[in-house]
């Protein structure tokens, strides 16, 4: 056993508004620099839909991630003998036009133009080229539009539903969506690691963080084609490839993310998971079925005496091993199983955990009859005449995950390599949460509807609380809980402090002559 | 005077620059050596220049070299006119190679807007030496032959003798303007590699080859650093 530990996330999908405060926290933090303006290391995107880069998860246009190869893995578009042979040209690569092209406006032509008989306009012009251009596509181009033909319609997770399941998606009245924020996911087998030529990316031992040394990057690109969620980008100015920090610095000052830390939605959290590298490979090369499994079977349980003891063996600090403890991460994806990676059958080990979203599954496509429940409510509140567009009877609540507005395969296509049993299993939870909260504040419920749909689930009303509180009411230091060690020690993930030990004041601004051996 | 200067102080100067440059750039300026790629701008053209391009100029660049390194292997080679031939015209389908990729590069360059766009002075420069240099290589591959076998005889011992700190140019001085030209120009991009994106050459990856799939950097000896008796021994970290 290799115990690590891994700073890993939890974003709550049921939770997220889709406000991109996340993006553009990031952004001007980090991205917003010339070469940069197309990058958002943090992206919102609209579920259905094709995302950003457009139709990245298809990768039989991206080539990205793992693919099996017998019993072991290889890289789909990159590694040795493939990025060697395609360094002259990757034909793998996307281009710019994939993302889209950065874009300003002159604003000065509105103010300076001289008297005419026309309003002076702004003309939108291209931040490579400086010169005028028509607009395309920006960032979140497809927001919102579910059922669009060019976006909805394209998205790559639609590949194995059945005509009519997609038609039931789509039809106008009954249309949902949801947003998908993503980061890279800081991957425990990750390819963009795997596929650097120049060995310039690298995990960092201490908390896995994913980064590219920029003095070590040559450009050849080779990252961009291999990490199937397009979360490393190419500098077209500087030359270097760029990806998310997850905001070390931040994190070694003990300062949560920025895009979590803005988090309007609070959907956000972050916290520390010991798990067993010895496991990578097994987990890495399972079969698409098995390889959620194997996954979260890595992940370490960090009361288990046998765990503390081989973590500390290991050198992971105790401040580390509580903060495992207290992990919200570790409650969200091992204790409730309550969270999924977002496609696990990329293989890259993803460490950002997705709470799949209940509520396009639950709202129902059945005809029901709401009368009853219409008048309980007030005179506005209910004028509400279509009966079958949101099943608001409480009755049926439970049983409306199998026959779902949003196909379970949908689900199941993003965040269990099409394994159905595994989201509903978390959607049902969540359901029985919702049912044993409602019971307690509004009663409605039939007690015994709620013990059934609790014991059907493995919760206890006590951890259906304890899931509810840290969905719904968690403070900060709940959702962020970053092992403390690293504030004191950050200097030391940047120079040895043992260098400047015995130096007095602010240092010796110059070394000394040599004296003795 | 001028001859001394282009084909014995040029020469020194040319290696000098180029090597401190080099060392200077990579281990100071680390950031800017990037093969400083515009496929993510355009991709389409590139291929029609870029690899072809690439991979003629490595043929005929290690060509040189080995004929430069191992004259006598060479001539012995050449010995049966068979051989000669094939060396010959491989060398040349090489560098119309060459051609044909540096002239869709260029074209590239100057039509593609997005391309001008992360273009520098510097960028045009080399490519318009680069140009010269393989259009005076073709040159001389069809109008002084065969190429092959005076190099080494003839030219490779100069180098040789610029190598040994003894120069003999008697020979160099008689060549005909074109090969004077280009053996300026050769030099002349040795000398300038550190001031261009032709630093990148130094920086072929492969050491890929060898090394295992993942990397993970520990910034403290992990193991060690629980031990009080370790915790300050000077290992620095491996990533700055
Ligand atoms: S998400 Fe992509 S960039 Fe991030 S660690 Fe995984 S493979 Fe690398
Ligand atoms: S800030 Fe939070 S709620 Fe808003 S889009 Fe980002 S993840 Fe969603």
Redesign the interface.
Request: aromatic share 16%.
């Given at each position: 056993m290799d115990v690590r530990s891994q700073i890993s996330m939890v974003f709550h999908l049921d939770k997220c508004i889709g406000c991109h405060t996340c993006s553009i926290a990031c952004k001007n933090i980090w991205t917003d620099r010339k070469g940069a303006e197309y990058m958002w290391w943090n992206n919102v995107e609209t579920k259905p839909g094709t995302g950003y880069p457009s139709k990245w998860e298809n990768q039989d246009i991206y080539k990205g991630g793992w693919e099996k190869d017998g019993d072991g893995i290889q890289l789909k578009g990159a590694g040795k003998a493939k990025g060697l042979g395609n360094i002259f040209h990757n034909p793998h690569l996307p281009v710019i036009d994939d993302y889209y092209e950065p874009f300003t406006y002159k604003y000065l032509n509105l103010i300076e133009s001289p008297a005419g008989d026309d309003q002076p306009t702004a003309r939108p012009i291209s931040m490579i080229t400086g010169e005028p251009m028509d607009i395309k596509m920006g960032p979140n181009w497809d927001d919102d539009l579910s059922g669009s033909p060019d976006y909805a319609r394209n998205d790559p997770n639609l590949e194995n539903l059945t005509p009519a399941e997609r038609d039931a998606m789509f039809d106008l009245e009954r249309m949902a969506f949801f947003y998908l924020p993503r980061i890279c996911n800081h991957c425990l087998n990750p390819a963009c690691v795997a596929s650097c030529p120049s060995g310039a990316i690298y995990k960092r031992g201490e908390d896995g963080i994913v980064l590219i040394n920029q003095s070590v990057c040559r450009g050849w690109r080779m990252c961009v084609t291999a990490c199937p969620y397009k979360k490393a980008y190419y500098n077209w100015s500087t030359g270097k490839s760029e990806k998310c920090i997850l905001c070390y610095p931040r994190i070694e000052a003990g300062h949560a993310p920025a895009c979590m830390h803005s988090c309007v939605g609070r959907i956000r959290y972050l916290g520390v998971l010991l798990y067993d590298a010895d496991q990578i490979e097994r987990a890495a090369s399972a079969d698409d079925t098995e390889v959620v499994g194997r996954q979260m079977d890595m992940i370490l349980d960090p009361f288990d005496p046998d765990v503390i003891a081989a973590a500390k063996a290991n050198g992971v600090a105790d401040s580390t091993i509580d903060a495992a403890q207290k992990s919200p991460v570790f409650r969200f994806v091992k204790t409730w199983k309550l969270a999924l990676p977002l496609h696990p059958e990329f293989r890259t080990l993803p460490m950002l955990f997705y709470v799949p979203p209940l509520l396009p599954v639950m709202a129902s496509v059945k005809s029901v009859d709401n009368s009853t429940q219409a008048e309980k409510m007030n005179e506005t509140a209910k004028y509400w005449p279509d009966n079958w567009l949101y099943d608001t009877t409480t009755k049926s609540m439970f049983g409306t995950i199998d026959d779902a507005r949003f196909p379970l395969q949908y689900m199941a296509n993003l965040f269990s390599a099409g394994d159905t049993k595994e989201v509903a299993d978390r959607l049902k939870k969540l359901m029985a949460v919702r049912l044993h909260r409602r019971q307690v504040t509004v009663g409605d419920v039939q007690p015994e509807a709620v013990a059934a749909a609790l014991e059907s689930t493995d919760l206890t009303p006590q951890t259906a609380d304890d899931i509810y509180y840290l969905t719904s009411l968690a403070k900060f230091d709940d959702r962020f809980v970053i092992p403390a060690a690293h504030r004191e020690q950050a200097i030391e993930l940047m120079e040895f402090a043992g260098d400047v030990k015995g130096n007095t004041g602010f240092g010796f601004k110059a070394g000394t002559a040599k004296r003795g051996p | 005077m001028l001859n001394l200067f282009l084909f014995v102080g040029l020469p020194y100067m040319a290696f000098i620059v180029c090597t401190v440059g080099i060392v200077y750039r990579y281990r100071r300026k680390?950031?800017t050596?990037?093969?400083?790629?515009?496929?993510?701008?355009?991709?389409k053209e590139?291929?029609w220049g870029?690899?072809p391009?690439?991979?003629g100029i490595l043929v005929v660049f290690f060509g040189h070299l080995t004929t430069f390194l191992v004259p006598r292997a060479t001539l012995a080679w050449n010995s049966i006119p068979v051989r000669l031939l094939i060396l010959e015209v491989t060398a040349f389908t090489f560098g119309l190679t060459v051609l044909i990729g540096l002239a869709a590069l260029m074209y590239r360059r100057f039509t593609t807007?997005?391309v001008?766009?992360?273009t520098t002075g510097m960028d045009i420069v080399l490519e318009g030496l680069l140009l010269a240099q393989v259009v005076f290589g073709l040159w001389i591959a069809l109008g002084y032959r065969w190429g092959a076998s005076w190099f080494a005889s003839d030219l490779s011992p100069y180098l040789w003798s610029l190598v040994k700190l003894s120069p003999e140019t008697t020979a160099v001085f008689a060549l005909p303007w074109v090969i004077k030209a280009h053996i300026v120009g050769a030099f002349t991009i040795v000398l300038i590699i550190p001031f261009t994106r032709l630093i990148?050459f130094f920086?072929a990856?492969l050491?890929?080859?060898a090394?295992p799939?993942?990397?993970?950097?520990?910034?403290?000896?992990?193991?060690?650093?629980?031990d009080p008796g370790t915790a300050?021994?000077?290992?620095?970290?491996r990533?700055?």
């Open positions: - | 680390g950031f050596v990037s093969s400083l790629s515009s496929q993510f701008l355009e991709g590139l291929f870029s690899v391009f690439h991979i807007p997005r001008r766009a992360v990148h920086v990856p050491n890929y080859i090394r799939y993942q990397q993970v950097i520990w910034n403290w000896d992990r193991r060690a650093i629980r300050w021994s000077p290992t620095q970290p990533n700055n």
